[in-house]
């Protein structure tokens, strides 16, 4: 007789999974962390596979359990769709969503603002990081959703277009006269980051990266000191930043585009994903640029 698995047993499980610590699950499963380790090795004895590689610093996933992951998530997601649906309550859950951290500045106040009025009863937990960072985290499923950044304005699942900007403490730097330019940049594996340098050799404009970061914070203060110019997307420019195009070859656009975990995303993450579809592409960011004046002749 084939064993029938248990749905606390598989909502634990997961969160194991994501947290990859016995002792933090337990904190968030309100279990002891013994209870919690027996309740794992029950699951792991009814499906007669390992699913955790256990060590020192905490548990990761065998083949097993990431494939059991997949499984509990839909079917938990499902079950938490039947129990709403059966008892006419509004949506409920939890959903986490990452973004950079620029896109979080310009546009998160406002799409949260919305969809949480809508549903009060979902949490929402946010991930701040590059889209580097991002998709690793969508693959592992640790976060259930991603605004990130793609080369391709125009790919299927684009929600927006930005485009790339140069930035300085003023319309018309001085250091645009030096032989070399100073430039503020994100990481190497960054899109600003490329673009910037491929922009910068396509018109054999000589330049070095005097500064890197993938801090949005450490770039735009770095490009206020006035020791380099950065390269932001233009809804993150802050008001007392000026977008430079004198002498300066011209940046591409870039898409913003919404990915998730799962191919049969929560309730929650549809909801979320639904909001963000409908406002995202007409939301005005929440800071302005300064725009150049006209350059000289």
């Known amino acids: 007789m084939q064993p029938l698995l248990d749905l606390a047993l598989l ?80 949506l409920k859950g939890s959903v986490s969503l990452g973004c950079p951290e620029d896109y979080s500045i310009a546009f998160l106040p406002d799409l949260l603002r919305g969809f949480c009025a809508q549903h009060p009863d979902v949490e929402l937990r946010m991930v701040c990081a590059p889209t580097s960072e991002l998709r690793p985290l969508l693959h592992r499923r640790q976060i259930d959703m991603a605004l990130v950044s793609v080369s391709d304005p125009e790919g299927s699942e684009v929600v927006r277009r930005e485009g790339f900007v140069w930035v300085a403490n003023e319309p018309e730097p001085a250091i645009l006269n030096q032989s070399s330019l100073p430039l503020a940049l994100s990481a190497p594996v960054t899109l600003d ?73 929560s309730s929650a993450a549809k909801a979320l994903g639904g909001h963000i579809r409908a406002v995202l592409p007409a939301l005005r960011p929440q800071q302005a640029a300064t725009e150049p004046a006209s350059p000289r002749l």
């Open 193 to 265: 980051y490329r673009a910037a340098c491929d922009a910068m050799e396509a018109v054999n404009r000589r330049y070095r990266v005097a500064f890197a970061s993938n801090s949005l914070a450490g770039l735009i203060a770095i490009a206020r000191s006035g020791h380099a110019i950065s390269v932001l997307t233009r809804m993150a420019v802050p008001p007392d930043l000026h977008i430079v195009s004198l002498g300066l070859p011209e940046l591409p656009t870039i898409g913003i585009a919404l990915e998730f975990a799962e191919l049969r995303p």
């Open 11 to 90: 909502r634990n499980f997961t969160v194991v999974a994501h947290s990859g610590s016995i002792s933090l699950a337990s904190l968030q499963v309100g279990r002891t962390q013994s209870a919690l380790s027996m309740q794992m090795h029950r699951l792991e004895d009814a499906l007669g596979q390992a699913l955790l590689h256990r060590s020192g610093s905490g548990v990761r996933l065998t083949a097993a359990g990431e494939k059991l992951l997949a499984h509990a998530e839909s079917l938990l997601a499902r079950h938490d769709e039947i129990l709403a649906d059966m008892g006419g309550a509004g």
